[in-house]
């Protein structure tokens, strides 16, 4: 008898684009050109004026969905996306950042190994405005603790999940306008997903100028946020003892995974690197 053919399971991928045109076309290539059979691919644009409608147009024949209403900020809009998409698996990569080659083949090679997975966080890669590779980036292991005390770090852009597990966190909280990422996965923490972290770097994370965490123009904003998903982790509010704790806790993650550790002391010399 012939073996039965291998079925991939659809994954349904999120790009928010809002005046990214600079980024947009090489963002969607990075995607479109995964050539993953099973790709349920969605574009959101609440109103972009810098031509990225008109690259969005130029690729649509390999875009799913185009949704292109106004919403409340980025955490409605890729809730709106979510809405939309057909698949079991999800993820989302922003106009200004990649998915790397051979991503998704490799997170449908995860959930289909662990089925009793909710999400998996892969590791990255960080590039500057010009692509530039700067460092590779790890995702910590998954710990409300340590998240709750500043010392989880994780790669947004290798974030992948089941939908049942996106649905049990409620989504995207269409309050946070800095940080809707890292309260999306608290929240399925929180509601109790099963997460692992694999080896494999799954996308790329454009640091630069204008966005929110090179800019540091949201950073009253990022702070009021990051303070209630904190404490959310910690399921209590903030206690004195917590400004030791943290840093101890980020010394042991780091003394647990010296190879982490040299990638962040290359970090710190990355600004003066390529200019």
């Known amino acids: 008898m012939s073996?039965?053919?291998?079925?991939?399971?659809?994954?349904?991928?999120?790009?928010?684009?809002?005046?990214?045109?600079?980024?947009?076309?090489?963002?969607?290539?990075?995607?479109?050109?995964?050539?993953?059979?099973?790709?349920?691919?969605?574009?959101?644009?609440?109103?972009?004026?810098?031509?990225?409608?008109?690259?969005?147009?130029?690729?649509?024949?390999?875009?799913?969905?185009?949704?292109?209403?106004?919403?409340?900020?980025?955490?409605?809009?890729?809730?709106?996306?979510?809405?939309?998409?057909?698949?079991?698996?999800?993820?989302?990569?922003n106009a200004d950042d990649l998915l790397l080659p051979g991503a998704l083949a490799a997170v449908a090679r995860h959930f289909g190994a662990r089925p009793d997975l909710d999400a998996i966080l892969g590791r990255g890669v960080l590039i500057d405005a010009d692509g530039r590779h700067q460092r590779r980036m790890r995702s910590s292991r998954v710990s409300m603790a340590d998240f709750g005390h500043g010392a989880m770090t994780f790669v947004q852009q290798g974030h992948f999940f089941r939908r049942a597990a996106f649905e049990r966190a409620g989504g995207f909280n269409l309050a946070n306008r800095?940080?809707?990422?890292?309260?999306?996965?608290?929240?399925?923490?929180?509601?109790?997903?099963?997460?692992?972290?694999?080896p494999e770097s799954l996308g790329a994370f454009r640091l630069y100028g204008d966005t929110i965490t090179g800019s540091g123009r949201l950073a009253a904003a990022m702070a009021i946020d990051l303070a209630r998903i904190k404490a959310k982790a910690l399921g209590r509010g903030p206690r004195p003892l917590d400004r030791l704790e943290g840093p101890l806790r980020l010394l042991a993650r780091r003394l647990a995974s010296p190879a982490a550790t040299l990638d962040g002391l290359r970090a710190r010399l990355a600004p003066q690197n390529g200019r």
């Open 3 to 93: 073996a039965l053919p291998v079925i991939s399971p659809v994954i349904s991928i999120v790009t928010l684009s809002f005046n990214q045109a600079r980024y947009l076309e090489e963002a969607i290539l990075s995607i479109t050109g995964q050539d993953y059979p099973a790709l349920d691919y969605i574009v959101v644009d609440p109103g972009s004026t810098d031509g990225s409608r008109d690259i969005i147009e130029r690729h649509r024949s390999r875009i799913s969905t185009v949704l292109l209403d106004p919403d409340k900020g980025p955490a409605d809009g890729l809730n709106k996306g979510f809405a939309a998409a057909r698949g079991e698996i999800f993820g989302y990569i």
């Open 178 to 198: 800095t940080s809707w990422d890292a309260e999306l996965l608290v929240d399925m923490a929180v509601a109790g997903a099963r997460m692992a972290n694999v």
